[in-house]
């Protein structure tokens, strides 16, 4: 996690109700954020509970009985509380938080007041997959002269660029998966260049990059708007037929060279097809739960956790080769 934790706390407005604070959590694979979310009789809101002490939630500010307000840019105050633990669980080993302190939000509550309008409409970056054409990726890089990792893009009408989605006078936070912080202009050039007809990049308005510049956190792909990319992730809900599923779970090597579940055989007309499932889909989470890091038969376990139904998340060998190729790796963060 980049920037302090200070400066966080919450500042109250004319009438003494704090505003939300936003909390950038990153851990190891096997470390926990050090917190539970919990659902309590009489309480209304998804609470924060058990901040284990000396926990990374402890270490960036989260406080005993703050109320979650959104995971990663998106609102979660009228879900489901069983959804939004999945949102936090499906984020991986990073997770953007927007809490408010129990007072103030009971308050607001009382109030009437609508909580979405509390937070900033979107502070989400956009990741946006460029095919250059005969004039290239249809954007022109400005950086302050002398002045490393800063590059602004102009974007051209109807060219390549403004068609993947590059808002024009966008910030360029990472090219091909890699930050370019301490890149100069002549190795960014260089680096596009060397991208060939296809570039992927991670850029930020002016106002969402001045957001996370303000809290002292740095912007990263978990929280970007990844609508406009050609290949997502897919959510597949099943209902149990007669005949099962119609599917077979087969464990193989993915391009990262770690082990992965694949998805094969599957029947048709049976609750798999219908429900849009593809041969050779590889599968990032069961149940609102990234399967990253479990085997072949913790894998079939959290499948036949629900005797009849199940919800998975997928995505396609194209999908998942775009995403290793651009450094992502497992693209469980860009779940619908």
Not at 63 to 88: A, P, W, Y
Not at 240 to 247: D, E, L
Not at 273 to 285: N, P, S, T, V, Y
Not at 291 to 317: C, F, K, S
């Amino acid at each position: 996690l980049q920037g302090p934790a200070h400066g966080l706390r919450p500042h109250a407005d004319a009438k003494g109700m704090g505003e939300p604070r936003f909390y950038l959590l990153s851990k190891g694979s096997a470390e926990t954020f050090g917190f539970s979310l919990h659902e309590e009789l009489g309480c209304r809101g998804h609470i924060i509970r058990q901040v284990e002490t000396g926990g990374l939630a402890q270490r960036r500010g989260l406080q005993d009985g703050d109320r979650l307000l959104q995971v990663n840019g998106h609102f979660v105050d009228h879900m489901e509380h069983h959804r939004v633990v999945q949102k936090i669980k499906a984020s991986g080993n990073q997770v953007l938080l927007a809490v408010l302190d129990g007072g103030s939000y009971e308050a607001a509550k009382a109030l009437g007041r609508d909580l979405s309008q509390m937070l900033p409409a979107d502070i989400r970056p956009r990741l946006c997959h460029i095919t250059g054409d005969k004039s290239g990726f249809g954007f022109t890089v400005s950086s302050p002269e002398g002045m490393k990792g800063t590059f602004q893009l102009s974007v051209r009408q109807d060219g390549p660029a403004e068609k993947a989605g590059v808002p024009q006078g966008s910030w360029l936070l990472e090219l091909n998966g890699t930050s370019v912080r301490s890149c100069s202009h002549t190795q960014l050039a260089r680096k596009l260049k060397q991208s060939g007809s296809k570039v992927t990049l991670l850029v930020a308005s002016s106002a969402v990059e001045e957001f996370y510049r303000l809290r002292g956190l740095r912007v990263t792909a978990v929280v970007a708007d990844t609508s406009w990319l050609p290949f997502r992730a897919r959510e597949l809900h099943m209902v149990k037929g007669p005949a099962g599923y119609g599917f077979l779970l087969k464990e193989d090597d993915c391009r990262s060279g770690a082990t992965g579940q694949f998805l094969w055989d599957v029947d048709t007309g049976l609750p798999a097809e219908q429900a849009g499932m593809k041969e050779g889909d590889r599968l990032l989470a069961v149940n609102g739960e990234n399967i990253e890091g479990l085997d072949h038969q913790q894998t079939v376990l959290r499948i036949r956790a629900n005797d009849d139904q199940v919800t998975m998340v997928v995505i396609d060998p194209a999908g998942d080769e775009f995403y290793h190729s651009v450094g992502f790796g497992d693209p469980a963060w860009s779940c619908p």
